[in-house]
T-cell receptor
């Protein structure tokens, strides 16, 4: 069966520090991969999605970047965190290159102080 | 007009009640419709996935899609306290693979 791992679960980082969140998927190949941010009252905001290794699409201009160094690995990064980067970050995958459902990891709650 | 509209609630019902959750959408390209359940501080969990107009049933849950009205619903029968969560609708279709989500409805089922 397919599983998605996302870590860490919680993170407290000072302003200006770097960020690296990692997500891996097991039990499938060539998934679509996504990074979302969820803020209270604002729903799920799509940050990045990837349809293959090295292929990243950015949805909103921001202080973050994403990379996909391997087929089932998706990384969310920042060189210098801002207070406004605080939030609940979710990684997700969908099994086919088409319009199918997405499956989410358990999320990382990031607090920038 | 937002692509997906969902009443944020909160919605509070007694145990055993029938719950109705709804979303409307404006993009006629949407063809795939999903409902997710999200417990506090957890990732969303897929509950239902439908493609066509009509009803789909899974245990106590029924998803309903009316493409002509651009309206989808999730019904929960015999609601339980364990159903207390935020319910998110999501949909996709058109020129890319992205899901568009509603903002979620917070449901509390009181014992």
């Amino acid at each position: 069966s397919q599983t998605i791992h996302q870590w860490p679960a919680t993170l407290v980082q000072p302003v200006g520090s770097p960020l690296s969140l990692e997500c891996t998927v097991e039990g499938t190949s060539n998934p679509n991969l996504y990074w979302y941010r969820q803020a209270a009252g604002r729903g799920l905001q799509l940050l990045f999605y990837s349809v293959g290794i090295g292929q990243i699409s950015s949805e909103v201009p921001q202080n973050l970047s994403a990379s996909r160094p391997q087929d089932r690995q998706f990384i969310l990064s920042s060189k210098k965190l801002l207070l406004s980067d605080s939030g609940f970050y979710l990684c997700a995958w969908s099994p086919l290159k088409g319009y199918t459902e997405a499956f989410f990891g358990q999320g990382t709650r990031l607090t920038v102080v | 007009q937002k692509e997906v509209e969902q009443d944020p609630g909160p919605l509070s019902v007694p145990e055993g009640a029938i719950v109705s959750l709804n979303c409307t959408y404006s993009n006629s390209a949407f063809q795939y419709f999903m409902w997710y359940r999200q417990y506090s501080r957890k990732g969303p969990e897929l509950l239902m996935y439908t493609y066509s107009s009509g009803n789909k049933e899974d245990g106590r849950f029924t998803a309903q899609v009316d493409k002509s009205s651009k309206y989808i619903s999730l019904f929960i029968r015999d609601s339980q306290p364990s159903d207390s969560a935020t319910y998110l609708c999501a949909m996709s279709g058109g020129s890319n693979y992205k899901l568009t989500f509603g903002k979620g409805t917070l449901l509390t089922v009181n014992p």
